[in-house]
């Protein structure tokens, strides 16, 4: 397999992948019956599961796998959302820092053409913690990194005074 076509798990743009997919089985100048096995061998997780599902004598052929396999993974295209849904974006009851976090990078995955600022004042805007709140805005972060990396530092600094109050003491 060409180093340019990754593994498909269920995430992510299905179009992207047979796009990648095809590019490469045109340039090795495979024969027909070889892309749906090679195709099958870009499956991983819960692409690999719904492969091994299909009934037997479903498919007659690459364009019947490829037609199958767009129809079941569509709903995991990416889909262009407004940067202004970014200020949208807030962090929810009893979510804790560290998935918001991981949340907020996913949904703004989708959204194409914000400039960073526009990320970093909806990340501060829709995080609900106080102390993190007036920690980020002591000295505004300049990129998502630098955010993301304030932000992890003042959750290890949070998990290590709950420790404190708790009594643990660190081994010397």
């Given at each position: 397999?060409?180093?340019?076509?990754?593994?498909?798990?269920?995430?992510?743009?299905?179009?992207?992948?047979?796009?990648?997919?095809?590019?490469?089985?045109?340039?090795?100048?495979?024969?027909?019956?070889?892309?749906?096995?090679?195709?099958?061998?870009?499956?991983?997780g819960n692409a690999r599961v719904w492969f091994d599902e299909l009934t037997p004598e479903s498919i007659d052929g690459y364009k019947d796998l490829k037609a199958a396999f767009?129809?079941?993974?569509?709903?995991?295209?990416?889909?262009?959302?407004?940067?202004?849904?970014?200020?949208?974006?807030?962090?929810?009851?009893?979510?804790?820092?560290?998935?918001?976090?991981?949340?907020?990078?996913?949904?703004?995955?989708?959204?194409?053409?914000?400039?960073?600022?526009?990320?970093?004042?909806?990340?501060?805007?829709?995080?609900?913690?106080?102390?993190?709140?007036?920690?980020?805005?002591?000295?505004?972060?300049?990129?998502?990194?630098?955010?993301?990396?304030?932000?992890?530092?003042?959750?290890?600094?949070?998990?290590?005074?709950?420790?404190?109050?708790?009594?643990?003491?660190s081994w010397k």
């Amino acid at each position: 397999m060409p180093n340019n076509v990754k593994t498909y798990d269920g995430t992510g743009d299905p179009e992207n992948h047979v796009k990648k997919f095809q590019a490469a089985a045109h340039v090795e100048r495979w024969a027909m019956p070889t892309w749906c096995h090679m195709f099958n061998y870009t499956l991983i997780g819960n692409a690999r599961v719904w492969f091994d599902e299909l009934t037997p004598e479903s498919i007659d052929g690459y364009k019947d796998l490829k037609a199958a396999f767009l129809a079941y993974f569509m709903q995991q295209k990416k889909y262009v959302k407004d940067p202004v849904e970014i200020h949208n974006i807030k962090q929810r009851d009893r979510e804790t820092i560290k998935d918001f976090m991981e949340r907020f990078k996913v949904e703004t995955r989708r959204m194409r053409g914000a400039p960073e600022c526009i990320r970093i004042s909806g990340f501060m805007h829709g995080v609900n913690n106080p102390e993190l709140t007036k920690c980020l805005n002591e000295q505004v972060p300049k990129t998502m990194e630098e955010m993301m990396t304030t932000t992890t530092a003042f959750i290890r600094g949070e998990t290590v005074a709950a420790s404190k109050k708790k009594g643990y003491t660190s081994w010397k």
